[in-house]
């Protein structure tokens, strides 16, 4: 069955497109994330943390591909191609990675399911667990892992890789897993794209990992530092460093001047004593 010919659209989706196209203009930036796989709970917790830094809206595709186009602006429409069926829509005032910083740092830990693709190895620890003697000691041994029983709860006695990095976890691994409280996987937005409408930017894609940048900044850091003693360039991260320099230059300096000094006196005596023997 064909669709009517003009059929009116109604107000209350007209509306809603209004009001999205209001925030397309409004916001700095308008990011898509995808929110597959995220209970309903988590979804409203993340919601709360993000109040007064975002709005957070999951319309329909035709409603926001709609208020998209309404903006009048080319670039934007370009994120069209990153929204699908389970993304959210986010309007901020924050700057574009600031967003996603927010998305990233309010990822909390998820268990493994089995079937679900290894992230990273993932080790079962050494070390005392909360586990008593019984089915899980078959469980732990059908993984390769040893164990002793110590005060009535099993002790692993060397750390094992389990699953490693993409591999499928079995439900033997994800059992162990859960039973050790082990949660490799993290629950969250991942931020897709953005675009940041001040500066008319589009950001196709967006990784945040704190971690790995701040040791890319902590190894920057290190080399700058070191080139900026070698060059002696003075602030207030390198002062301390050439004095500390300039000390042991200068206590290299009067060892070696004391070298000489004694290898100077050295020939003097023996100068003086050839000398009496002449006389003699």
């Known amino acids: 069955m064909t669709p009517q ?3 009116e659209i109604p107000k209350k989706k007209l509306k809603e497109v209004e009001k999205l196209a209001e925030l397309i203009k409004e916001k700095k930036t308008i990011l898509i994330a995808s929110i597959k796989n995220i209970p309903s709970s988590q979804f409203q917790e993340i919601g709360k943390k993000l109040r007064g830094k975002a709005i957070i809206k999951v319309p329909k595709k035709s409603l926001i591909f709609r ?113 050790l409280d082990i949660k490799p996987f993290t629950i969250g ?14 950001y196709l894609e967006i990784k945040v990992d704190r971690d790995e940048t701040l040791k890319e900044m902590k190894e920057c850091f290190n080399k700058a530092l070191a080139l900026a003693i070698e060059i002696e360039y003075i602030s207030d991260d390198t002062i301390s460093l050439l004095i500390s320099k300039a ?16 290898a100077a006196n050295a020939e003097d005596d023996k100068q003086v004593s050839e000398k009496g023997e002449e006389e003699k």
């Open 189 to 202: 937005f991942e931020p897709l794209c953005a675009f940041d409408t001040k500066e008319s930017k589009l």
């Open 67 to 179: 208020a998209i186009d309404s903006s009048s602006n080319e670039t934007v429409k370009k994120i069209k191609e990153k929204i699908t069926e389970s993304v959210a829509i986010l309007f901020s005032d924050l700057d574009t990675f600031d967003l996603a910083a927010e998305l990233v740092k309010n990822k909390s830990p998820a268990k493994a399911k089995p079937g679900q693709e290894a992230p990273e190895d993932i080790e079962v620890q050494e070390g005392l667990t909360d586990l008593v003697p019984g089915p899980a000691i078959s469980e732990l041994g059908a993984l390769g892992i040893q164990i002793q029983i110590e005060k009535g709860k099993i002790h692993i006695k060397d750390s094992k890789v389990i699953v490693k990095k993409g591999e499928k976890i079995s439900h033997g691994a994800a059992d162990v897993m859960n039973k």
């Open 247 to 262: 000390s042991m230059h200068e206590k290299a300096l009067d060892n070696l001047i004391g070298e000489e000094k004694n």
């Open 5 to 7: 010919k003009g059929k």
